[in-house]
């Protein structure tokens, strides 16, 4: 569901010339909200999977072990409940008749007949390289960045790479290898990114039990960790840097 919602979100990022219109941003707002809901379970689910990874001979493991499920079960309950909404249910409704036959789609005028008419592949190289361009000028900063705006960059990170796996099927295959190579390094920086933010929230989860009296032996993000990932991510958007100077 939370893959199926971010590629959903990034279209609308990525179209976004063509799909402004009154009811968009709307409609982005409640599917971040929706995002944000199920992300907070997942954390838990991969914070939960750490700590059961623990020896249950050391002091206190099945303790924090059952702590740990009862917080990830209270968030499951929450989960439920708001699926079940009346905010959920209109968040389906509305979303699904904005992209059938929302305003975006009917919009006249020169420019909007104009972004409509302009194909599809010559808008969606230039997007890709003007998204390119963007996440490399920012991974410059990678590491002084500090949690949340490395967080952000990852964020970033998956569209772009979300973007370029939708849109394979758009390029005849020899224009579209140079997005495949830049596609790889996108998806080992992904994946140390998504590391460093996996082990900075459950370092932020156990805080949270931590002032209920739970102590969590165990260190989702060590320093050795954190610079080793920061290392593959840095790596990655260097080797992607030169491609894009090739290109």
Same mark, same amino acid.
């Given at each position: 569901?939370?893959?199926?919602?971010?590629?959903?979100?990034?279209?609308?990022?990525?179209?976004?010339?063509?799909?402004?219109?009154? /009811?968009?941003?709307?409609?982005?707002? !409640?599917?971040? #909200?929706?995002?944000?809901?199920?992300?907070? %379970?997942?954390?838990?689910?991969?914070?939960? *999977?750490?700590?059961?990874?623990?020896?249950?001979?050391?002091?206190?493991?099945?303790?924090? %072990?059952?702590? #740990?499920?009862?917080?990830?079960? !209270? &968030?499951?309950?929450?989960?439920?409940?708001?699926?079940?909404? %009346?905010?959920?249910? #209109?968040? /389906?409704? +509305?979303?699904?008749? #904005?992209? !059938?036959?929302?305003?975006?789609?009917?919009?006249?005028?020169?420019?909007?007949?104009? +972004?409509?008419? *302009?194909?599809?592949?010559?808008? *969606?190289?230039?997007?890709?390289?003007?998204?390119?361009?963007?996440?490399?000028?920012?991974?410059?900063?990678?590491?002084?960045?500090?949690?949340?705006?490395?967080?952000?960059?990852? @964020?970033?990170?998956?569209?772009?790479?979300?973007?370029?796996? &939708? @849109?394979?099927?758009?390029?005849?295959?020899?224009?579209? &290898?140079? +997005?495949?190579?830049?596609?790889?390094?996108? /998806?080992?920086?992904?994946?140390?990114?998504?590391?460093?933010?996996?082990?900075?929230?459950?370092?932020?989860?156990?805080?949270?039990?931590?002032?209920?009296?739970?102590?969590?032996?165990?260190?989702?993000?060590?320093?050795?960790? !954190?610079?080793?990932?920061?290392?593959?991510? *840095?790596?990655?958007?260097?080797?992607?840097?030169?491609?894009? +100077?090739?290109?």
């Amino acid at each position: 569901m939370r893959l199926a919602l971010t590629h959903l979100r990034t279209a609308i990022l990525f179209f976004s010339p063509m799909v402004h219109d009154t /009811i968009r941003d709307e409609v982005r707002d !409640e599917l971040k #909200w929706l995002n944000s809901e199920l992300g907070a %379970v997942r954390d838990l689910d991969v914070a939960v *999977s750490r700590v059961k990874a623990l020896d249950m001979k050391r002091p206190r493991a099945a303790e924090v %072990v059952r702590s #740990w499920d009862e917080k990830r079960a !209270e &968030s499951h309950r929450y989960l439920a409940r708001m699926l079940n909404s %009346v905010r959920y249910r #209109w968040l /389906i409704d +509305q979303t699904a008749g #904005w992209i !059938e036959n929302g305003p975006w789609s009917t919009k006249t005028g020169k420019q909007a007949a104009k +972004q409509r008419a *302009s194909p599809i592949d010559s808008y *969606s190289a230039s997007r890709l390289e003007e998204w390119e361009d963007k996440l490399l000028k920012r991974s410059r900063k990678l590491r002084k960045m500090d949690t949340k705006k490395r967080h952000r960059l990852r @964020l970033f990170n998956k569209k772009l790479t979300y973007s370029i796996d &939708s @849109l394979e099927d758009v390029f005849a295959d020899d224009p579209f &290898s140079e +997005q495949k190579t830049a596609l790889k390094h996108l /998806i080992k920086a992904q994946k140390s990114l998504g590391q460093l933010n996996d082990g900075a929230r459950g370092n932020e989860l156990a805080g949270e039990l931590e002032q209920k009296g739970v102590q969590t032996p165990v260190k989702f993000l060590k320093p050795e960790r !954190e610079k080793r990932l920061m290392k593959k991510a *840095s790596k990655a958007y260097r080797k992607l840097g030169k491609l894009r +100077q090739r290109g």
